[in-house]
């Protein structure tokens, strides 16, 4: 079975940072793209970052670029999200996903909550 | 960047009917269609529906059906069941970043 289990969500003040991980299980690892997908509370969804198989290439949302920072390790089957220079506005719930069939999310973690106030 | 817009936002139907939403897409999603359609209840992750436009997900009920092409897009829910009043939302990749998402429909209870 597919898991991805986020960890790291919490409340940060404005302008701080946070590390957001997702540790997978029951798959190949290494054989998929993976996402971050956010969600403001009682808004839509928004897709953040992808990151390939190798961790060669990274993409971003024009909203997180340069703040935002999307990584794996593959030994260690955790995808990471560093993210600095925090707003209200990133202010959501982030969900990692897994890159499917015809650039799909064919796999969705629970989600983390990050709460940027002071 | 492609723009989906969904509709109705929401739809109030009741158990047995059938459920038609739409998803335009600001330009043409081309020949790839790549278009999928997800669910989302309260409290949870989206799941899975569709994927290019009309290929059903793993362990997804033959009820939920997607069609279209290149920039108006259909998910049809055939009989809902009691577990289909959900938020749907479309997504699309035009063959280069970002991924969007569509706003998102609502299908309550009548």
């Known amino acids: 079975e597919v898991q991805l289990v986020e960890s790291g969500g919490g409340l940060v003040q404005p302008g701080g940072s946070l590390r957001l991980s997702c540790a997978a299980s029951?798959?190949?690892?290494?054989?998929?793209?993976l996402h971050w997908v956010r969600q403001a509370p009682g808004k839509g969804l928004v897709w953040v970052s992808r990151?390939?198989?190798?961790?060669?290439?990274?993409v971003y949302a024009d909203s997180v670029k340069g703040r935002f920072a999307i990584s794996r390790d593959n030994a260690k089957n955790t995808l990471y999200l560093q993210m600095h220079s925090l707003r209200a506005e990133d202010t959501a719930v982030y969900y990692c996903?897994?890159?499917?069939?015809?650039?799909?999310?064919?796999?969705w973690g629970q989600g983390t909550l990050v709460t940027v106030s002071s | 960047e492609i723009v989906l817009t969904q509709s109705p936002g929401t739809l109030s139907l009741s158990p047995g009917e059938r459920a038609t939403l739409s998803c335009r897409a600001s330009q043409s999603l081309s020949s790839y269609n790549y278009l999928a359609w997800y669910q989302q209840k309260p409290g949870q992750a989206p799941r899975l529906l569709i994927y290019g436009a009309s290929s059903r997900a793993t362990d997804i009920p033959d009820r939920f059906s997607g069609s279209g092409s290149g920039t108006d897009f259909t998910l049809t829910i055939s009989r809902l069941e009691p577990e289909d009043f959900a938020v749907y939302y479309c997504q699309q990749y035009g063959g280069s970043p970002p991924w969007t998402f569509g706003q998102g429909s609502k299908v309550e209870f009548k």
């Open positions: 996903a897994r890159g499917g069939y015809h650039y799909s999310f064919d796999n």
């Open positions: 990151i390939d198989n190798t961790g060669s290439s990274v």
């Open positions: 029951g798959f190949t690892f290494t054989g998929y793209w």
